[in-house]
DNA sequence: GGAAAAGCAAGAGCGGTGCTCTCGTTGTTG
DNA sequence: CAACAACGAGAGCACCGCTCTTGCTTTTCC
């Protein structure tokens, strides 16, 4: 499966690198709409025709990034969890949080390119699914750690609506059964919300808002976790910084 | 100020709106990276060089898309807002909300160049600020009557962390005296929140997993409502749906 | 009123883009 | 070794944003 056979494969998969490598610092420097396979090319040394035959189209390369972009911020997530492995649980919340939107800051425009307004035709539904969900995965992981060490929670809020009820008991029944209904929407609604911080943050909605961008971040982090169950450790009086 | 006062000037009002319409139309069509100024002078029947004497630039029209996208969802708001006079103020903050949602549902391209990833170079800082500013004015006009009608709570969460609410202190008291901090602070999170809960759904972040978007996005605004101090109505068992 | 000035539309053109097609070349494979 | 498939490069198409020049019309000023 992974060796590799001949010098032509070898190649490819190095070309085909290459590529992706140029084109993600094209993307960091100048944004996705500023992405130009000429301009990759001609910095490659290469014929602008001949990139067509590792990526067939510019959409495609952008699917490329997008995904790699969705595995950069969920292995991100996955790290900051394995890192808090044994912490409280709304400090391990919070400390995802906080990798999301640490590597959301850090490479602005490929959160945009995953987080902002689709930019191709509405394409790439399928293949990026399964990368894009690893991010979600890790706080639903400290949630469920949680409810595992029976330090979770109810969350905060009114019952559920009957619609809403049926509708999140399906996904949760195929995703997280050991999780309570309204946990599963507490859940939901908070990574939703987790990224409408960093997205107004990243977006320059808080340009002239929020000065202290960190600390409010953490604040509001720690508000959710709050929100889905996960009681703040006691003895603290307020969350460490950094 | 406002008197056309010649043929001349009159003509050129018209031709600028007729641009700005169809531009709008493009962009609701095809989105914002498929907006092409020689499609849209085309469209119009004149040469794509006449057209900059209207806009200086490609920029320059998306710019003016952009406040005119910002007033709309700002009207929008403000619509609700006052339609919602004298209500309990949890159905207001939901009622503002789920006209911002609305707007956003019905105008999803537009508000992918409001609220998505910025499209041009940054560009737009100063002449959009004021129009932007609408939507989150309408929402704190109803935790400001609450305040006034002597209705609200104090908000959920933790003490604030000495550096935030110095820097929202700063904020608070050039815009809402009148609120205590940690209920600006509350107030701040929660505008960003509800623009999460509406992007995720516009931008197709919950496709596949929240299917009743509507009672979904109620529920969440309502606990956002309580989370900035604005209790529920006692009376209501569930809040009404549309 | 008539001349000067300013605003306007249209065309040609420049450099750039995504993408296609063709044509030699080169590595792979029967 | 020969047939084949993958590859790189070049030319070219249609489109893009934008500029410049050329005439024409409206406004302005003497």
Same mark, same amino acid.
């Given at each position: 499966?992974?060796?590799?056979?001949?010098?032509?494969?070898?190649?490819?998969?190095?070309?085909?690198?290459?590529?992706?490598?140029?084109? =993600?610092r094209q993307l960091a420097?100048?944004?996705?709409?500023?992405?130009?396979?000429?301009?990759?090319?001609?910095?490659?040394?290469?014929?602008?025709?001949?990139?067509?035959?590792?990526?067939?189209?510019?959409?495609?390369?952008?699917?490329?990034?997008?995904?790699?972009?969705?595995?950069?911020?969920?292995?991100?997530?996955?790290?900051?969890?394995?890192?808090?492995?044994?912490?409280?649980?709304?400090?391990?919340?919070?400390?995802?949080?906080?990798?999301?939107?640490?590597?959301?800051?850090?490479?602005?425009?490929?959160?945009?390119?995953?987080?902002?307004?689709?930019? /191709?035709?509405?394409?790439?539904?399928?293949?990026?699914?399964?990368?894009?969900?690893?991010?979600?995965?890790?706080?639903?992981?400290?949630?469920?750690?949680? =409810?595992?060490?029976?330090?979770?929670?109810? /969350?905060?809020?009114? /019952?559920?609506?009957?619609?809403?009820?049926?509708?999140?008991?399906?996904?949760?029944?195929?995703?997280?059964?050991?999780?309570?209904?309204?946990?599963?929407?507490?859940?939901?609604?908070?990574?939703?919300?987790?990224?409408?911080?960093?997205?107004?943050?990243?977006?320059?909605?808080?340009?002239?808002?929020?000065?202290?961008?960190?600390?409010?971040?953490?604040?509001?982090?720690?508000?959710?976790?709050?929100?889905?169950?996960?009681?703040p450790a006691d003895g603290?009086?307020?969350?460490?910084?950094?």
């Amino acid at each position: 499966m992974s060796v590799i056979r001949g010098a032509r494969e070898r190649a490819r998969t190095e070309v085909t690198a290459a590529i992706k490598e140029e084109a =993600r610092r094209q993307l960091a420097a100048e944004g996705a709409a500023r992405l130009s396979l000429r301009a990759v090319a001609r910095e490659l040394g290469m014929a602008s025709s001949a990139l067509y035959r590792y990526f067939p189209s510019r959409d495609d390369l952008l699917t490329a990034l997008i995904i790699d972009a969705y595995d950069a911020v969920g292995a991100a997530a996955e790290e900051a969890l394995a890192a808090t492995e044994g912490a409280a649980p709304a400090d391990r919340w919070i400390g995802v949080c906080r990798a999301l939107r640490d590597w959301a800051v850090d490479h602005p425009h490929e959160y945009g390119l995953v987080y902002g307004s689709p930019v /191709p035709g509405y394409a790439a539904p399928q293949d990026t699914v399964a990368s894009a969900a690893r991010g979600a995965l890790s706080l639903i992981a400290v949630v469920r750690d949680a =409810r595992r060490d029976g330090v979770l929670g109810p /969350p905060q809020g009114r /019952p559920l609506a009957g619609e809403v009820r049926d509708d999140l008991a399906a996904l949760g029944s195929e995703l997280v059964p050991e999780l309570p209904v309204p946990t599963v929407a507490a859940l939901v609604a908070a990574w939703a919300q987790v990224f409408g911080l960093v997205s107004f943050e990243v977006f320059g909605q808080f340009n002239g808002v929020v000065g202290a961008r960190g600390p409010f971040f953490d604040q509001s982090a720690a508000a959710l976790a709050a929100q889905v169950g996960l009681a703040p450790a006691d003895g603290a009086a307020v969350l460490p910084a950094k």
